[in-house]
């Protein structure tokens, strides 16, 4: 299985990004995809994830401001950021979960105030 995460990039508070993840060597539609955060001396934390079924999970920071969706035909799955603010700067990383869990390399974010 590869993930290939992109569109990190810097922005300014109150601004929007969208991240991208392609995945490749399994069956997309029937796993699960999530985007994790991960900051300097703190553990990887959710953003947000979308199952198989379609349904979704959020952190709370990013409730009302973070969209994720997926595309099976693509294989793909996204996360729109909205209305960000300087405290959702990190590495963002794509996890496929299939039986066992995936990662991509990780893309920065980094919001300037």
């Known amino acids: 299985v590869q993930l290939q995460a992109s569109g990190g990039g810097l922005v300014q508070a109150g601004g929007s990004l969208r991240l991208s993840c392609v995945a490749s060597?399994?069956?997309?539609?029937?796993?699960?995809m999530g985007w994790f955060r991960q900051v300097p001396m703190k553990q990887r934390e959710l953003v947000a994830e979308?199952?198989?079924?379609?349904?979704?999970v959020y952190g709370e920071s990013v409730k009302g401001r973070f969209t994720i969706s997926r595309d099976n035909a693509k294989n793909t799955v996204y996360l729109q950021m909205n209305s960000l603010k300087p405290e959702d700067t990190g590495v963002y990383y794509c996890?496929?979960?299939?039986?066992?869990?995936?990662w991509g390399q990780g893309t920065q974010v980094t919001v300037s105030s």
């Open positions: 979308v199952y198989s079924s379609g349904s979704t």
């Open positions: 060597g399994t069956i997309f539609s029937l796993s699960s």
């Open positions: 996890r496929l979960r299939r039986f066992l869990d995936y």
